[in-house]
């Protein structure tokens, strides 16, 4: 089992800047890949971004070019930085932990979420 921990979040302006933070323990060497999903109310939750512990990461579209996801592989904490936000960012932010099985990815494991809220 993994177990995940997120911080980072909170209250910013449009435009601004925020980093979440989710570190890992458990069973920490069967993590293949990390990301970040959000749930908005009243919506689905969604894709981030995530990255492999090859360090191969991949964006949602609205957050490309705007996100930057990193993780320090050895102790398995993985970053999200979040530049020029705006109100459609507002979500509970999920760490999300991975690991390869039948030529893809299994899920083991979600954080509890940590709120953004960006205001206009």
């Known amino acids: 089992q993994v177990q995940l921990v997120e911080s980072g979040g909170g209250l910013v302006q449009t435009g601004g800047s925020l980093r979440l933070s989710c570190a890992a323990s458990?069973?920490?060497?069967?993590?293949?890949?990390m990301g970040w999903y959000r749930q908005a109310p009243g919506k689905q939750r969604e894709l981030v971004a995530t990255?492999?512990?090859?360090?191969?990461?991949s964006y949602g579209d609205s957050v490309k070019g705007r996100f930057t996801i990193s993780m320090d592989n050895a102790k398995k904490i993985v970053f999200l930085q979040m530049d020029s936000l705006n109100p459609e960012d507002t979500a509970v932010y999920y760490c999300?932990?991975?690991?390869?099985?039948?030529?893809?990815?299994?899920?083991?494991?979600w954080g509890q979420g940590t709120q953004v809220t960006v205001s206009s």
């Open positions: 990255i492999t512990r090859e360090g191969r990461s």
């Open positions: 458990g069973s920490i060497f069967s993590i293949n890949r």
């Open positions: 999300n932990a991975e690991r390869y099985c039948f030529g893809g990815f299994c899920n083991i494991g």
